[in-house]
């Protein structure tokens, strides 16, 4: 049986062009006798004849093959039959498949028509529904209201009406509904967002005067969630490119923070807690919100200087600072609140920082501690309200009021006042002072800054930041200094980081410009407050002259008969009034008297030492 099989193969490869004529002829053979069988036959006769002729045919047919097959027969007779077979399946199988593509084309084109179709529908619908709610929009009655705070509060038709209310807001000419005005809009909307987003009257009234409708309820919604997880590369002991390698292999999914940082890293996910990392034991990072490094970011410290950070706890900044002055000059970090200074020296041990002092003093009395004009920069980030971090503390929402903002901006005049008073103008490198909040209030950051300007010799210089909304100028019925626009401010849903303010202030002299109310004063006061004197003393006696020289004139004697001599009119000439000098001259003139002072005591001494 091997031989014939082997036989079977090679006769197919060999013979199969012949086989397949003599196929075609036969069957043509065999239609033209199956014609002349079926018209000879009767009708009942058929499926014999039939059956018989077939047998012939497969006789006739089979007596061919082993004429024409040569050596083996039947392995011919076994090929023609499957070359029949495969021919009458692979017409049939093409067939078939023409006929389920055609189905499968036209259903799915039915498919595709219907989806379209019920798209088209969908959009029409929704058209009409916007067109239907906008014409139908009403705001509620005092009645409705009435009825609407005797129920359980029903979430679902507050959003709708607070986004409708911003609609109407943002074209409301267009869109206003007739006898109500744009007041009775914004009140029902300071209501809903109250009751939706749980914010007390004050906080939500401060905002709506603050931003525009759209502007406010992104800024809301941005506060609903939480800011990205960043840390700060400690470059005292590592890379950022080494820390992200070491990160990635424990499975912390982080990039870059943006171009404008070059040691911060955003981490998305984390599959080993990011706080308990032998690389955070070690050091090689912070975690700190990436805010906090824009005040750092705006001082600038420079190596071998002087500095004090007047609020420091946790430490996040004044590690920063440390990191950026590479463990040089003397880093004062100060913290009013005993309980903070375990995390504060905790962390400046962990980073590995080695030129800080630590105290624990009151940020207004540190003038006399440190003495005044004695360091080259100061970072104030001055404690506040926290309305820019409520995606962090929820609690600011309904615990902050008018008063506290007040004691806040209180609180921090003093602060900014005294660390004015500590910077040195003249120093080489310095006579920066940088003032930050977490606040977004006006009266924390705009006010305290004018403030600053108007009673000390300061100016605002840039940040050196590049992105950031610009501070105010006006707002309300307030008018702030123009340079004001130099400062910036820090949005949620526009930077995606916490509500912060900056600000860089410029020492221009060591002088007060105001007497403050305090009883030390320092050797400048005292020098104004007798150059002032000395001015008056002097008004005086030029007044008194001006008199005795009135008194000196006689008076002219009335001779009887004369007659009267008409004088001639002289027209005076208007005095212009004298220009008071600027403030920078005033200063440069104190220091020069203050300096001729100075040394005319030294040389009295000398002489006094050389007569002796």
Not at 531 to 543: Q, R, S, Y
Not at 578 to 597: D, G, M, N, V, Y
């Amino acid at each position: 049986m091997a031989g014939p099989k082997g036989k079977k193969k090679n006769a197919r490869t060999s013979n199969a062009p012949p086989m397949k004529k003599q196929k075609r002829v036969f069957t043509v053979q065999k239609e033209a006798e199956k014609e002349e069988l079926l018209s000879d036959l009767d009708v009942s006769d058929e499926p014999e004849n039939l059956e018989e002729s077939d047998l012939e045919e497969q006789e006739i047919y089979s007596d061919s093959d082993m004429s024409s097959g040569g050596d083996d027969p039947l392995s011919k007779d076994i090929l023609a039959g499957s070359d029949d077979e495969e021919e009458v399946t692979d017409e049939g199988s093409d067939s078939d498949s023409d006929s389920d593509d055609d189905d499968i084309e036209g259903k799915s084109r039915a498919i595709d028509e219907k989806n379209a179709q019920d798209i088209l529908e969908a959009e029409a619908e929704l058209q009409l529904n916007i067109k239907e709610e906008s014409d139908e929009f009403r705001l509620p009655t005092a009645e409705e209201l009435e009825e609407e705070a005797l129920r359980p509060p029903d979430l679902s038709s507050i959003e709708r009406r607070i986004k409708e209310i911003v609609r109407v807001l943002s074209n409301f000419k267009s869109l206003r509904q007739e006898g109500v005005t744009r007041k009775d809009y914004v009140d029902q909307l300071k209501i809903d967002l109250s009751s939706y987003y749980g914010y007390n009257e004050f906080l939500i009234e401060a905002l709506v005067e603050m931003f525009p409708v759209v502007e406010l309820m992104e800024l809301i919604e941005a506060f609903e969630k939480p800011r990205p997880i960043c840390l700060r590369t400690n470059t005292l002991k590592t890379r950022r490119r080494d820390l992200a390698g070491v990160l990635l292999n424990r499975g912390v999914n982080l990039d870059p923070l943006g171009k404008w940082s070059k040691v911060g890293l955003i981490v998305y996910d984390s599959q080993v807690p990011i706080g308990a990392t032998p690389e955070y034991m070690a050091g090689h990072y912070m975690l700190q919100s990436a805010s906090s490094f824009l005040p750092v970011m705006a001082l600038a410290p420079h190596e071998k200087e002087r500095i004090v950070d007047m609020a420091a706890a946790p430490g996040g900044k004044t590690t920063y600072i440390a990191a950026l002055m590479k463990n040089t000059g003397i880093l004062y970090a100060n913290e009013m609140k005993e309980s903070r200074l375990n995390s504060l020296t905790a962390n400046l041990h962990r980073m590995g920082v080695t030129n800080t002092i630590v105290s624990n003093y009151d940020g207004r009395e540190l003038p006399k501690v440190f003495g005044s004009n004695s360091v080259d920069r100061v970072l104030l980030d001055a404690p506040c309200s926290g309305t820019g971090v409520i995606s962090k503390d929820e609690s600011v929402k309904t615990s902050k009021s008018e008063i506290d903002i007040q004691n806040c901006a209180h609180l921090q005049k003093q602060l900014i006042l005294a660390a004015i008073d500590m910077v040195d103008a003249n120093s080489k490198s310095g006579g920066y002072i940088v003032y930050s909040t977490c606040s977004i209030m006006v009266a924390e950051n705009e006010a305290i800054i004018d403030y600053a300007l108007k009673k000390r010799d300061v100016k605002l210089v840039p940040c050196g930041i590049d992105f950031g909304n610009p501070g105010f100028i006006r707002f309300r019925g307030n008018r702030f200094h123009t340079t004001l626009n130099k400062t910036r401010r820090f949005y949620p849903h526009v930077n995606n980081m916490d509500g912060f303010f900056v600000a860089k202030l410029k020492k221009m002299s060591n002088l007060k410009q105001a007497r403050p109310q305090l009883e030390n004063l320092g050797e400048v006061e005292e020098e104004a407050t007798e150059l002032v004197e000395n001015n008056e003393e002097n008004k005086a006696e030029v007044d008194y002259q001006k008199h005795q020289k009135k008194k000196a004139v006689p008076k002219e004697v009335k001779k009887p008969n004369t007659p009267k001599i008409e004088k001639p009119i002289v027209v005076k000439e208007k005095r212009e009034k004298r220009k008071r000098p600027s403030r920078e001259e005033i200063a440069r003139i104190r220091e020069e008297k203050r300096l001729a002072l100075r040394q005319s005591k030294r040389n009295a001494k000398t002489e006094t030492g050389g007569e002796e």
